[in-house]
């Protein structure tokens, strides 16, 4: 196996069981960001994590839309874009990478790497993934996608306003006719274990609450549950790119999706694993998701 396997798959603590997302910075995990210029990785309070993770001279395995590659910290600076309170930027430190930029494409994730780690000799996989949606798959999945939405909101999992009235004749009689279904994405990367893995990115939609969720799917059944992807970050799927990243190339990828352009409310990264028992949020951050009004 390689060191790069080696050094990704010591992440598989990532696909237990568990709906909520790692700290930020959790696991020497980093979203990485492009500003003007600069590559960076913003140094955003957190609980734990090492104080030194990016100090100058720290390494970083950093992989993007076409493959990863090694960086280090050339420097820290004070920079704003990373945080909000109060709808004002914050001011934090910023660790500015140093590397092979053409290798990576466009940086999504920053993994914090020992001195001597070295790459050599990859065998990861690394596929831009197209969306997939059309009326087969609607077929294949629409009325197994409207079923779980049901069941999802028959246990609560939509926040609905108290003065929705159809959100009150939803819980009266929850039915499925109630529920508009669109699949957003769809993208079929190798799962081991799958015989035709499908991810997708779902909107739900009773009366006027919708909740996005990250599905895995086999087929026509649908693997493990809803990972959900609040809309709090501003961005339309539409807006997000998504690549497929298998450290190992052995059917153990990592979904990554990440902002290109210039989004109104800033850029995003997210992460997901997926494995054969379903999809895990690891990743979820914005550059600066609430404070625009406030430049």
């Given at each position: 196996?390689?060191r790069?396997?080696?050094?990704?798959l010591?992440?598989a603590?990532?696909?237990?069981?568990?709906a909520?997302?790692?700290?930020?910075?959790?696991r020497?995990?980093?979203?990485?960001?492009?500003?003007?210029?600069q590559w960076?990785v913003?140094?955003?309070?957190?609980?734990?994590g090492k104080?030194?993770?990016?100090?100058?001279g720290?390494?970083f395995l950093?992989?993007?839309s076409?493959?990863a590659?090694?960086?280090v910290?050339?420097?820290t600076?004070?920079t704003?874009?990373g945080v909000?309170?109060?709808?004002k930027?914050?001011k934090?430190?910023?660790?500015?990478?140093k590397?092979p930029?053409s290798?990576?494409g466009?940086p999504v994730?920053a993994?914090?790497?020992?001195?001597s780690?070295?790459?050599?000799g990859?065998n990861?996989r690394y596929?831009?993934l197209d969306?997939?949606?059309d009326?087969?798959l609607?077929?294949l999945l629409g009325?197994?996608?409207t079923?779980?939405?049901?069941?999802?909101?028959?246990a609560?999992?939509y926040?609905?306003?108290?003065d929705?009235?159809?959100?009150?004749?939803f819980?009266a009689?929850?039915t499925?006719d109630?529920?508009?279904?669109?699949?957003?994405?769809a993208?079929?990367p190798?799962v081991?274990?799958?015989?035709?893995?499908?991810?997708?990115?779902?909107?739900?939609?009773i009366?006027?609450?919708?909740?996005?969720c990250?599905?895995l799917a086999?087929?026509?059944r649908?693997i493990?549950?809803c990972?959900?992807?609040?809309?709090?970050?501003?961005?339309?799927?539409a807006q997000?790119?998504f690549?497929?990243?298998?450290?190992g190339?052995?059917g153990?990828?990592?979904l990554?999706?990440?902002?290109?352009?210039?989004?109104?409310?800033g850029?995003e990264?997210?992460?997901?694993?997926?494995r054969?028992?379903?999809?895990?949020?690891?990743?979820?951050?914005?550059?600066?998701?609430r404070c625009?009004?406030g430049f």
């Open positions: 196996m390689t790069l396997a080696l050094v990704l010591s992440l603590a990532l696909a237990a069981p568990s909520a997302q790692d700290e930020y910075g959790a020497g995990l980093f979203p990485v960001y492009k500003s003007g210029n960076v913003f140094d955003k309070p957190r609980k734990s104080p030194g993770d990016l100090m100058p720290s390494k950093i992989v993007g076409a493959g590659d090694l960086f910290v050339g420097r600076s004070a704003y874009g909000c309170r109060g709808k930027p914050l934090l430190r910023a660790a500015l990478l590397g930029r290798t990576v466009d994730m993994i914090k790497v020992p001195d780690f070295q790459l050599k990859s990861a596929d831009a969306n997939k949606v009326e087969p609607y077929a009325s197994t996608l079923a779980a939405a049901l069941d999802e909101g028959k609560g999992a926040r609905f306003r108290e929705d009235a159809g959100s009150a004749a819980l009689a929850p499925a109630k529920i508009a279904m669109k699949i957003d994405f993208a079929h190798p081991a274990g799958l015989k035709r893995p499908t991810a997708l990115v779902t909107d739900a939609q009366s006027s609450s919708h909740r996005r990250l599905r086999d087929g026509d649908l493990g549950k990972v959900e992807m609040p809309h709090d970050l501003m961005s339309e799927t997000l790119r690549v497929a990243y298998d450290p190339g052995n153990s990828p990592f990554l999706a990440y902002t290109k352009g210039e989004p109104l409310w850029h990264r997210w992460g997901f694993v997926l054969g028992g379903g999809a895990r949020l690891f990743l979820r951050d914005a550059m600066d998701p625009r009004e």
